[in-house]
């Protein structure tokens, strides 16, 4: 009986360890795969927050890419801006570069007519005299910084017309006619010759009116020659081209054979007038009657041979005297 029990109970425990021992196992697997299923979340998660992550990663990367194609277009939209404003501006400026070109092309002459109009208008505006009185073709009185001048007009030489000797000599009149009828009572402009006074105490002057030279329009008018007196030369090429001009054409002083000189003008023979007395008779008288007034003209000084329009006077002239030609070369109060 108690042998019986024995091994009943000696069965009954073997029976029982088999059964705890799968037990623990059982336990020690489902902790196992506890761990593991908690290794797996946690690989998950991990998992989770790099694609989380990359995808922040991309997103970032992605608007970083935006941003800079924003950028590049943005960049590309300016420099095609301002490639469209430099033709635009190129064009512009082509355009009125060529409408300046073609209106300075078409309006040269009225610029040039401008210019001159605009200079001549300067010039007349800078009047500094006013004339009084022509004397004759050459020589004139002007109101001139407060007071009166008689000017002698610079490197021309008009006919006599007061000469007492010459008298009258063809186109002097005329040389006075024109003088007077374009500078009497003008406002002019005066510019003084290097050496401003001649001998006589009167002023050497080119005279300007309304901006053109007056002595150079005596010499174009044939009605002045071209007289020169060092170092008043300053217009001198000017006028001996208007001179030559003048000559060419035979106007005026230049109409008439062999009158001009360098020293001035010669006499012209006059046709005798018919007379039914005696010529020679007549001639006696005449050349009594010239030595008689001859005799009788004296000049007490210059100013007094320059007031009768007697000057210069060469020696054999009525009046010449000795007193006249101070450096005795025969010519008296000479300019």
């Not at 290097?194 to 080119?206: G, I, P, T």
């Not at 009158?259 to 046709?271: A, R």
Request: aromatic content about 6%.
């Amino acid at each position: 009986m108690s042998s019986t029990l024995a091994l009943t109970l000696f069965l009954t425990a073997c029976s029982e360890e088999p059964g705890q021992e799968s037990g623990g196992d059982a336990a020690e697997e489902q902790t196992s795969d506890q761990a593991s299923e908690e290794e797996s979340a946690t690989d998950s998660e991990e998992q989770t927050e790099e694609h989380n992550e990359s995808t922040e990663d991309e997103e970032s990367s992605d608007s970083e890419n935006d941003e800079t194609r924003e950028e590049q277009q943005e960049d590309t939209s300016s420099e095609e801006d301002a490639s469209d404003s430099e033709e635009a501006s190129t064009g512009n400026s082509s355009d009125d570069s060529d409408t300046a070109s073609e209106e300075d092309s078409g309006s040269t002459g009225e610029k040039a007519s401008a210019d001159t109009s605009s200079d001549s208008d300067s010039d007349a505006d800078d009047t500094n005299a006013t004339v009084t009185n022509v004397v004759d073709g050459d020589t004139i009185d002007v109101d001139y910084e407060g007071g009166e001048e008689r000017i002698r007009l610079i490197l021309v030489d008009t006919p006599e017309t007061k000469h007492p000797q010459m008298g009258v000599q063809p186109f002097g009149p005329e040389a006075t006619e024109f003088t007077t009828s374009e500078l009497d009572g003008e406002d002019v402009r005066l510019e003084l010759g290097v050496e401003e006074r001649d001998y006589y105490d009167r002023l050497l002057a080119y005279v300007f009116v309304d901006g053109e030279n007056f002595n150079q329009q005596l010499i174009e008018e044939g009605l002045a020659r071209v007289s020169v007196y060092p170092p008043n030369t300053e217009y001198l090429d000017e006028f001996e081209a208007a001179e030559e001009e003048a000559r060419s054409a035979g106007i005026g002083i230049w109409s008439l054979e062999d009158y001009v000189t360098d020293d001035g003008y010669v006499e012209q023979d006059e046709e005798p007038e018919e007379s039914s007395g005696d010529s020679g008779s007549s001639e006696d008288s005449d050349s009594s009657d010239s030595e008689d007034s001859s005799d009788d003209v004296y000049y007490e000084n210059c100013d007094a041979a320059r007031e009768a329009g007697a000057d210069p006077v060469r020696e054999g002239d009525p009046g010449y005297g000795g007193h006249l030609d101070r450096d005795g070369d025969g010519v008296g109060c000479e300019t």
